[in-house]
């Protein structure tokens, strides 16, 4: 006979699908209702366009250009405000990465204290199908970082990555010698280390991860 354990087991792993099916249920609902409604939008929209065209109140080309302009402005909008799901473009299968660096971590790392585990990035579609890494649900599928900036899967003790088999294409071929955008060393031979950089990247964790879990936390408090 089944233990009163293994029957409580079942009822809760039952109820939480139960849970997650609703919530997929609803999901698919709001994005069927939303793509209905672009569709009429952009119907109304290229009806408008051909009308104005024929009575050469405008031009194709003037539209398109102005199109361009238009887009570039919101996509910059778009990145300010952190809104949006965020994935690795291009992707590439990150067990055959092909392009993997190979820093000497091991003598460095006392002095970096891992800063490399502070950057943030998104994941791919492989890692987050895998499930094995953590992602930001304040803002899919930017890798979880705790309150200290660090990356959620880093042992603070030892600054050793936990999930070093699983981990992301971006760390395995990050190279902090020759890096324009995160450049770590003040000087790589002497392992001088970049303070400036450093207070950079904690400034923008602070923006992007604790003020998100600063407003999760409130939600639930509330």
Known sequence: MQSEYQT???????????EITRGLLYTHTRINANTTRN???????????ELLS?????????LDERKKQVAHRLVNKFVESKIGLLYQDPECDKYTFEH??????ESRRHICKAI?????????RQDVEE??????FGRPYLIAHDDDGYCIH???ESYRCTVWEQRPVPCRGFDCEDNEKWKVWEDYVKMVINDEMIKQIDDSNEKVYIYQNSKDNKRVGE
Not at 39 to 49: G, V
Not at 54 to 62: P, R, T, V
Not at 100 to 105: F, G, H, K, L, R
Not at 116 to 124: D, E, N, Q, W
């Open 8 to 18: 409580n087991t079942q009822n809760n792993s039952h109820e939480f699908l139960k």
């Open 116 to 124: 490399c585990c502070k950057f943030p990035f998104a994941l791919s």
């Open 154 to 156: 880093l042992d603070r």
């Open 54 to 62: 024929e009575k050469d109140i405008l031009s194709i080309e003037e």
């Open 100 to 105: 993997e660096t190979d820093v000497d971590c």
């Open 39 to 49: 569709l009429e939008a952009s119907s109304f929209l290229y009806a408008l366009i």
């Open 131 to 136: 499930g094995a890494i953590r992602w930001e």
